[in-house]
């Protein structure tokens, strides 16, 4: 945001950047530009980043941003925007990243990941499969239908078709089943290294019995759809009156949200979100609505955008419409 942004990257330069080699900079990053404010999800997404990051070994760049801003003293310690990809390699260190979370009503976390440690198991693992070839790759198989008995029949069809084929593929089918088939609402997923391993689940899934290498469920029914809108502060003077003008659809939600809102709050919301300017003002009712106001305060009808029982109002309204 406008204001967090630059405090929380002027801490960052008073703590990690400090004492740092200027040719080894703290790179700093966000996923907001990507998907905007996650509102009380903060911090989440860049977590889920962070960890995506250490496994491919590359820091992505801050999308939309190509300068850092004019608000932040840079120079007060050794931290860069990543404004371009860079590698980022495992080495003799472990790799360690920070990611903040100040969502929403104040809560504020902060948390740093590192790379866990190569096991002994795993690098020698892979050495033998380096220099043997050895290791098997587990496939999976997708089978569904309408009901539990097209289900099972499914299973039994390509069972057939699979046993006299032994020069088929296992990842080929798998493949072929996950992309250019329909999948229905019954579903199973047997999975093996071999062709007689994925047979054997199938024939359990044919048979109903169960196998540790089958898994069969049944999709949920649709249910209903949550929408969460954005916060107070993402609010613009003027919001919304281009597309009020440009798009019908939008000016017919707007007009039945403000027809319920404008009755409980004394005034039109459309006129408060469209004015964008405070040199028009009023001095009627503000504190029937916003006790905080003074008796007789001068109010410009732009400036009310900026008071909490105008601001979710018409952030209700503007959203609701784009939606």
């Not at 703290?26 to 903060?42: P, Y």
Request: hydrophobic residues 45%; proline residues 5%; negative net charge.
């Amino acid at each position: 945001t406008a204001l967090g942004d630059p405090i929380e990257a002027q801490a960052l330069l008073a703590t990690y950047g400090q004492g740092r080699d200027a040719e080894r900079p703290l790179w700093l990053g966000s996923l907001k530009s990507n998907i905007g404010h996650a509102q009380a999800a903060a911090g989440v997404g860049g977590i889920i980043k962070m960890v995506q990051a250490l496994r491919h070994q590359v820091l992505p760049r801050t999308l939309h941003v190509d300068a850092p801003s004019s608000k932040v003293d840079w120079s007060s310690g050794a931290v860069e925007l990543l404004t371009t990809e860079r590698a980022w390699p495992r080495g003799e260190r472990p790799r360690r990243a920070a990611v903040s979370s100040f969502g929403i009503s104040g809560t504020n976390a902060h948390v740093i990941l590192e790379e866990a440690p190569e096991s002994l198991e795993t690098a020698e693992a892979a050495e033998t499969s380096e220099v043997s070839g050895a290791g098997e790759r587990l496939v999976p198989w997708v089978v569904s239908g309408r009901t539990g008995a097209a289900l099972r029949a499914q299973a039994d069809r390509l069972a057939a078709f699979v046993n006299g084929r032994p020069e088929l593929d296992p990842a080929a089918v798998g493949r072929a089943l996950g992309t250019t088939r329909t999948a229905f609402e019954r579903r199973a997923v047997v999975w093996g290294a071999r062709p007689d391993e994925l047979l054997a689940g199938l024939t359990a899934l044919t048979g109903q019995r169960k196998a540790a290498n089958l898994v069969q469920g049944a999709v949920r029914p649709p249910g209903t759809v949550a929408a969460l809108f954005s916060g107070q502060g993402a609010q613009r003077a003027g919001m919304g009156r281009e597309l009020y003008a440009a798009f019908p659809v939008f000016a017919r939600s707007v007009d039945e949200s403000c027809a319920v809102l404008d009755g409980l709050l004394g005034r039109s919301v459309r006129e408060v979100m469209f004015t964008d300017t405070d040199t028009d003002t009023d001095t009627a009712t503000d504190t029937a609505t916003d006790p905080a106001a003074g008796a007789g305060a001068a109010v410009g009808v732009g400036g009310l955008l900026d008071r909490t029982v105008y601001t979710q109002a018409a952030l209700f309204v503007f959203e609701v419409a784009l939606f």
